[in-house]
């Protein structure tokens, strides 16, 4: 067997020379022939064809071609499909020409999956719905993301941050104001809750040079004090017609070596143009206006904007200096609107009173907050001698501070009165205990 292989196979040395001798042998011989006189006609030999570019002998003597492609990523092994190679298209596309509804399913969702969440809010905005596309977006754009604050919705919480954010750093006669009102038409439908902690007031610039003009008190180098009011939001408001809870801080974050107390201002401007914007915002449920410096003036006209709210049901003045007349506002709003939250910590209720010397709250649902709030209102007073807080549900430990800030109160008076004998029975919180006081 091995010597038929060998004889069937490949052409060895030998053969090769004596099929190259008859060759030589067989030319020389048509020469002679040719000399002599016409001979018959034979069978002209064709050489070998001579090796072309792109073809390539093999250890066993056979050839190959080599295939090079333009595309280095092709193969030959993996053609797509034409619908794949159409949804690519539609994807590389699709800022000039967003097509999206007119797909089937399946293949919409592939078209979802591989668009770039940079792409413009003008195109995306009112076309995508798709939760996953906005995730995508709201992660990209932010480490930490609490969807649930935003309704669970991952599209109204891009648009609601992002709506905060322009708020947050636009500085007024700075700012194009159009960068905030052309988004209007693209979130109008899904921002329900904004939060603003922080509000940018002016720039100072420097004076604009006049020519020719010459002063000797050295006021060229002086710096404008601008009007020191923030961006009115009453425009912007009242495009939102989902609106529903409106936290605002007047202030500046991180301002370090740059602080300024009015930075911190909350102009009067700044109140009337609030006043206006939640007086007309009639689907708003929450409001809070904390940390920003509220007085009594402001208050009132917040509060008397508020009166015969539809929809209001909780209001925030927290952290503020509103006092007592701010606190009578308050009051009043109480039975005119729906209300069911007022939050007044940390202001001056009852601090700065100087006349009022007995509060009857019995039979109100006061709550362990309430108590709290009570007593941080007593902290600064010195003339309260008598509360009453029967079936007031305050909690024990509450009443027991607000009984020894009045026995404080009763002691003073006894000192300064004339006949300190009438003061000898200490006079503390009334509770249950003791209905006749």
Known sequence: MQSMQATLGT??????SRFS?????KSSTAGQTSSTGPQPSRPSIIPPPSKSKGWSTGASGGRMRRIIAEDPEWSLAIVPLLTELCIQHIVENFQNNPILQQLLPEHKQKVLDHLSPDLPLAVTANLIDDESYWRRCCTQRWPV???????????????ERHLENLLKHFIPSTTDPALILDLLPLCRNEVRRLRVDQFLPPMKLPPRPRSGELSDSGSEGEVEEPTPDHYQLGDLVAGLSHLEELDLVYG????????????FLFT?????????TIK????????????????DDKARVLIRSLLDHPALEELDLSHNLVGDRGARAAAKLLSHSRLRVLNLANNQVLAVNTTLTG??????????DGGKQLLEGMSDNRTLLEFDLRLSDVAQESEYLIG?????????ARQRAPNPSCFLSPITAKGPENPAG
């Open 11 to 16: 052409p060895t040395s030998s053969a090769l």
């Open 21 to 25: 001798t008859s060759t030589q042998d």
């Open 145 to 159: 993301c609490h969807v649930a604050k935003h309704g669970g919705s991952w599209k109204r919480m891009f648009f």
């Open 252 to 263: 500046v974050k991180d301002c370090g070596m740059n602080f300024e107390w009015n930075l």
């Open 268 to 276: 009067y401007r700044d109140c009337h143009s609030l006043a206006a």
């Open 280 to 295: 007309a915002c009639h689907t708003l449920k929450i409001f809070r206006l904390t940390r920003s410096k509220v007085d």
């Open 359 to 368: 509060i009857n709250l019995s039979c109100n649902h006061i709550g362990l």
């Open 404 to 412: 020894q800030a009045l026995c404080a109160n009763r002691e003073a």
